[in-house]
């Protein structure tokens, strides 16, 4: 397999965004018919995260030793991402009681790291995937008292610039990942949902995030692009002894592509750590990382049936 330039997939990608509003679906995210099966299960943007899986996707199993290890090993991963997401949140949450304006809004982004790494995974407690991480699309407007989670918060703190009526939001968002936490123990995560995860969180930024859609008070999405590679990148960790038995080329793909998306991110890092405001990017900023992700996640679709999963 032959990777494209950066600057050649660019080209296709604003093609594509030139024709989509015509129902256009070729060009730099192309994908096997399986791979879109695959990541159309999840949730749509208003009522979740938009990266969930499907029971389907958590059915796929395997037998080979290696891929069991890898998937053991990631389950532990998600598990340590589960308790460290905890912690960060109880961080952001007790500001946000404290009616600390500026520590909510400095802690906000980081709080939902653990989150983003392991979005898929914990998409499949769906009950809390909807009022954790909803956006305001599915409820009218911001007002509306169902509309729960991170981005309500986000609502206050970077739109309205308050913390005032904010806390009842911070409690039930502790309250909900403690929930998340407790289900998390007894969920089972087969082989096939930690290999389609992976294509499930560079694709959901390629296509819907990347337009500053989820953070869109607060301008953090390049905290959250971070993280879901970060995700990705676990994945591939995991399954790399098992990916390199039976495809070694795409294992380098994957791991060539996951660099080239942090090479794309690496000019809007901040030396204190995170970064820059999404507002801070051009429009053909975006459509240069847009054009990595997209190739990404073409070629980490094409791991659950390498692997066999499929």
Not at 92 to 102: E, S
Not at 246 to 263: N, P, S, T, Y
């Amino acid at each position: 397999m032959v990777r494209r330039s950066l600057t050649t997939v660019a080209v296709a990608v604003l093609a594509v965004v030139a024709t989509e509003g015509c129902g256009g679906d070729d060009g730099a995210d192309v994908r096997s018919e399986d791979a879109a099966s695959q990541s159309d299960s999840g949730s749509g943007n208003g009522s979740g995260s938009g990266s969930g899986l499907s029971e389907e996707d958590n059915t796929g199993t395997s037998d080979d030793p290696d891929i069991l290890a890898g998937v053991e090993v990631y389950r532990q991963y998600v598990q340590g991402e589960v308790a460290s997401l905890q912690t960060a949140a109880t961080a952001f949450t007790d500001a946000v009681r404290a009616g600390d304006l500026a520590q909510a809004q400095q802690l906000y982004a980081p709080s939902r790291v653990s989150w983003e790494r392991i979005e898929p995974i914990a998409g499949l407690i769906e009950d809390i995937d909807v009022v954790v991480d909803a956006r305001v699309d599915d409820f009218g407007e911001e007002t509306n008292s169902e509309f729960t989670g991170w981005h309500k918060i986000e609502w206050y703190l970077f739109s309205r610039e308050t913390t005032e009526g904010a806390a009842e939001y911070a409690d039930q968002l502790d309250a909900d990942l403690a929930d998340l936490a407790t289900q998390m123990t007894d969920l089972e995560i087969a082989p096939s949902a930690v290999a389609i995860g992976a294509q499930e969180l560079v694709e959901e930024v390629s296509r819907g995030k990347i337009t500053g859609e989820e953070d869109r008070y607060s301008h953090t999405d390049l905290w959250d692009f971070a993280a879901n590679i970060e995700g990705a990148q676990a994945v591939i960790d995991s399954l790399e002894v098992a990916l390199e038995k039976f495809d070694a080329d795409l294992l380098a793909e994957v791991r060539a592509g996951i660099d080239e998306v942090f090479a794309g991110l690496e000019p809007y890092a901040l030396p204190e750590g995170g970064y820059v405001s999404y507002e801070e990017l051009t429009e053909d900023d975006k459509a240069l990382l847009q054009a990595a992700l997209a190739e990404l996640s073409e070629n980490l679709s094409q791991v659950p049936a390498a692997l066999g999963l499929s």
